[in-house]
């Protein structure tokens, strides 16, 4: 199976910013999209940037503010959050959609990391 790797959360202070990484691993194809959500408890799990192919997509609520990147030698997907905000603490999800090697193309998930940020 494929597997999704997450790195890069943390606590930081409002205004601060925080880059966060997810690295795909197995026999892996192509991913054609790569993407970013969120979740806080007893709230449902929302997009946050995606990026199918080279294109870019944000949610209105970071837009001017996360920048999302690929990086598809390494089967990585970044995203580079700047001036955080309190309301943007939440689970940060990865999420890929993988052509494995010899099977049809599945979604993947990354376990989530935490990012908080403070006032």
């Known amino acids: 199976q494929v597997q999704l790797v997450e790195s890069g959360g943390g606590l930081v202070q409002a205004g601060g910013s925080l880059r966060l990484s997810c690295e795909a691993s197995?026999?892996?194809?192509?991913?054609?999209?790569m993407g970013w959500y969120r979740q806080t408890p007893g709230k449902q799990r929302t997009l946050i940037a995606s990026?199918?192919?080279?294109?870019?997509n944000y949610a209105d609520s970071v837009k001017g503010r996360f920048t999302i990147s690929r990086d598809n030698a390494k089967n990585t997907v970044f995203l580079q959050m700047t001036n955080l905000k309190p309301e943007d603490t939440a689970v940060y999800y990865c999420k890929m959609s993988v052509q494995p090697m010899g099977s049809s193309i599945g979604v993947y998930w990354g376990q989530g990391t935490q990012v908080t940020v403070s006032s």
């Open positions: 197995g026999s892996i194809v192509s991913i054609p999209v």
């Open positions: 990026a199918p192919g080279s294109a870019t």
